[in-house]
């Protein structure tokens, strides 16, 4: 089983929809990653938290650190939120003064319009 | 303030060849940060530099390695080339390590033939 777990794995709803992608891990961690990729490759950071909810714009985060579990929520979704969006958590063994990042597999989102 | 930036984009090589990748952090950026994002096993740690010192390594095989310079640029090599290597390698910055807001260049597509 792996630490980090999404689903769904491919989401494709209509412009204006509201998304939800979900995001489990097995391992203690001190923070939580979401990213967005686009086709060609882009790594943006979307939201960096370790508790509770944060906004930007369209986009909302929020962690649950007893369920270890973490949801990413698009609202008023548009086709330019298609993308690969991907979770890391930043496990809590602590090697050599740094953290491991550990990824899940990735949702592919698409929205038509 | 000029983004992550990586060279070369795109590279060929065959199998036992070796290969080195660069990478650029934002200016002031101390750490970084190196992944392998391959179709069937997604993203995955490399390794950390911070000030010149890998702080964090990943499950990889020696023939991975890289090295920090004093300006905080990094260099990834992987020697004896094999065609899962195949990839798209990134690196990511950010100010002090792990703990903070990475933020991502726009990866080196490595195909090894």
């Known amino acids: 089983k792996n630490e980090v777990e999404q689903s769904p794995q491919n989401l494709t709803a209509q412009e204006g929809e509201f998304i939800t992608i979900n995001c489990s891990y097995s391992?203690?961690?001190?923070?939580l990653h979401w990213l967005q990729q686009h086709p060609g490759g882009g790594i943006v950071s979307l939201f960096m938290?370790?508790?509770g909810k944060k906004k930007h714009g369209r986009l909302i985060a929020t962690i649950n650190i007893q369920e270890k579990h973490s949801s990413l929520h698009i609202t008023a979704s548009h086709p330019r939120d298609s993308a690969v969006y991907i979770c890391?958590?930043?496990?809590?063994?602590?090697?050599?003064?740094?953290?491991?990042?550990?990824f899940g597999q990735g949702t592919r989102l698409t929205i038509n319009p | 303030k000029a983004g992550v930036t990586q060279t070369p984009r795109y590279l060929i090589k065959t199998r036992g060849q070796q290969v080195t990748l660069s990478c650029s952090p934002i200016s002031g950026h101390r750490s970084v940060s190196w992944y392998q994002q391959t179709p069937g096993q997604g993203l995955q740690f490399l390794f950390e530099y911070f000030s010149e010192t890998q702080r964090n390594k990943g499950n990889f095989p020696g023939r991975f390695s890289g090295r920090q310079f004093s300006n905080s640029r990094s260099e990834m090599n992987v020697s004896t080339l094999e065609l899962g290597d195949s990839a798209l390698y990134l690196c990511?910055?950010?100010?002090?390590?792990?703990?903070?807001?990475?933020?991502f260049g726009p990866g080196t597509r490595l195909t090894v033939l």
């Open positions: 938290l370790s508790s």
């Open positions: 890391a958590v930043r496990s809590l063994i602590i090697i050599q003064g740094a953290q491991k990042l550990v």
């Open positions: 391992v203690g961690i001190s923070a």
């Open positions: 990511a910055s950010s100010s002090s390590s792990l703990r903070n807001e990475q933020f």
